[in-house]
């Protein structure tokens, strides 16, 4: 298994930036990707963006494109969400997930989720 630890929300103005980080420990030699996902309140849940974890390969909602950047530090088993330029509508709980099987960057689904970190941006 894999258990994952988010951190880095807070509140923070319209135009400003936060960095948010997905810690991964467990069978992380195992890892495929690991995926931000965002929930609004009365919203589904949102995919965000992605990284595959052998070469760092990502992938981005249209939404946050050119506003968030997604990495990896492999030697810390970690994983950050760079958060630009951000929106009110950016408001949301963030989840970090991650899955060890093998699968393309697109796929959605998703084995392993941490507990989630409140984003607020005021407008």
């Known amino acids: 298994q894999v258990q994952l630890v988010e951190s880095g929300g807070g509140l923070v103005q319209a135009g400003g930036s936060l960095r948010l980080s997905c810690a991964a420990s467990g069978r992380t030699f195992n890892l495929n990707a690991i995926g931000w996902f965002r929930q609004a309140p009365g919203k589904e849940r949102e995919f965000v963006a992605a990284i595959r974890w052998a070469d760092g390969y990502t992938y981005y909602a249209d939404s946050v494109k050119g506003r968030f950047t997604i990495s990896r530090d492999n030697a810390k088993n970690t994983v950050y969400l760079q958060m630009n330029r951000l929106k009110p509508e950016d408001t949301a709980n963030y989840y970090c997930?991650?899955?060890?099987?093998?699968?393309?960057?697109?796929?959605?689904?998703?084995?392993?989720w941490g507990q989630g970190t409140q984003v607020t941006v005021s407008s």
């Open positions: 997930a991650a899955r060890t099987r093998y699968s393309g960057i697109q796929d959605p689904k998703y084995d392993y």
